[in-house]
């Protein structure tokens, strides 16, 4: 699998403390190789060989639904 980019939209982000958690529970993910979260925008972007559905699966987790894939 190649190194790809998503964005995926998550509406429930709201503060610094949403991203820290964001952050840290995919950045945990072996095949992530980075995480950037937009509270703003309430959007995700990962870098890394990961799947939309382990995406989700992570976020669900930790408390946050994924709304939709912006890009990838």
């Known amino acids: 699998m190649s190194t790809t980019s998503a964005v995926y939209d998550v509406p429930g982000i709201s503060c610094g ?4 958690t964001i952050e840290g529970a995919l950045q945990a ?36 639904s994924v709304a939709g894939t912006l890009r990838s």
């Open 17 to 20: 403390h949403c991203q820290q």
């Open 29 to 64: 993910v072996n095949s992530v190789e980075s995480v950037s979260v937009d509270v703003a925008g309430k959007r995700v972007t990962i870098v890394g060989n990961v799947t939309s559905e382990t995406v989700r699966v992570v976020l669900d987790d930790v408390g946050y």
